[in-house]
DNA sequence: GCCAACGTTGGC
DNA sequence: GCCAACGTTGGC
């Protein structure tokens, strides 16, 4: 079974438009620990992603994605000129992962936090909870499905 | 721009 | 291993 998920990226440095003409992205440069462990141990190919623009006027979930390849390491953390650059990362031990996304869906509206946040059904779901930063983030089945259908209108 | 929340670093 | 200092995230 599919699982699901929540990815945040900020649209001024890569939106859920670029996605779109790009068809499929390798989501580099994640740094934190726990978003690497699930992007390396959980996700497979054809998990389901909530593509989610934060700092955004509203920040909001935008668009639908799938997993197109499963984990691999991150050249960016190998390159001394990348702004990813980690030089504890070697060829032996990368550290970091990237999977690759396929963009799915544009909404013709994003789904606003604020509408997140006022809806009982999603009550719980991670991306609401007050200082919850984490970029990469497991998502319960029936909130993914409560979301695609508020971006529907229903 | 502010600030709360959280993760990481490094001294001890 | 503790914890203070610092840096980052991200909503507002």
New binding site residues.
Partial sequence: MARCWLM?S?PDTYAIDDLARDGTTLWDGVR???ARNYMRDDMKVGDRVLFYH???TP?GVAGLAEISADATPDATALDPDDDHYDPKATDADPRWVVVELRHVETFPEVVP??TL?ADPALAGMLVIQ??????VQPVEPAHFDRVVALARGR
């Fill in positions: 945040k900020e934190n620990y726990q934060s700092s955004a920040p936090l604020a946040k007050r200082g919850q930063r984490l970029s």
